[in-house]
């Protein structure tokens, strides 16, 4: 298994990198957020790695993080959903965007995913809510109630990252019968305030 690439970027193309290593060229498939940071051609870059094996295909696959392999070893454990749309996920929405979406459970933010139909969505949440909550966001999904869901949404849709929105939605008041709007308004007012 190769589980790391330390090498010279010596070409890249719209959704691949070509890396040399001791003289060997890696054809590395990534994110558009990892191939935007590699750099120019020359630069020397570390990627993590995951080997994809089929009977009549060898494909490898390069992250700048464990955490960024890991969603993807993670997405691709979900029957039906190949490396290639794992990557195109990971390229559509990046890491904390697509984890949040479906920890939330919001098939309509993963369905915007080319690729991704509403079948697929609710299969990724039914398989993954829980492990993606647990892992990824520090706190079980159940925890994340359905009303604060749609303000975190909302709130990562403005840029803002998932701990800086679950910072915000944390000092929301609890048992309020508050509109989606209002909510957002006090969240704001979080960032505001800082």
């Known amino acids: 298994m190769i589980a790391s690439l330390r090498g010279k970027v010596e070409s890249l193309g719209s959704d691949w990198a070509i890396i040399n290593v001791g003289g060997i060229g890696f054809q590395v498939y990534m994110p558009t957020s990892t191939l935007s940071t590699l750099g120019t051609i020359g630069e020397e870059v570390k990627l993590h790695t995951h080997l994809y094996l089929r009977e009549d295909n060898a494909t490898l696959y390069g992250f700048t993080s464990a955490e960024e392999l890991g969603l993807f070893q993670t997405l691709i454990s979900v ?6 749309l794992a990557l195109a996920m990971l390229s559509a929405m990046g890491m904390e965007k697509l984890t949040m979406a479906i920890a939330t459970g919001s098939a309509d933010l993963l369905t915007e ?3 991704i139909g509403k079948k697929m969505a609710h299969r990724l949440i039914l398989e993954l809510k829980e492990k993606i909550g647990a892992g990824w966001l520090g706190v079980p999904a159940a925890e994340l109630a359905q009303e604060n869901a749609d303000v975190l949404a909302a709130l990562t ?5 998932v701990s800086e929105a679950n910072r915000a939605v944390a000092t929301l008041p609890p048992d309020t019968e508050l509109s989606l709007e209002e909510k957002v308004k006090l969240a704001l007012q979080y960032f505001g305030g800082k």
């Open 157 to 161: 849709s403005l840029g803002y990252s």
């Open 79 to 84: 029957s039906g959903l190949g490396p290639k």
């Open 113 to 115: 995913i080319p690729g």
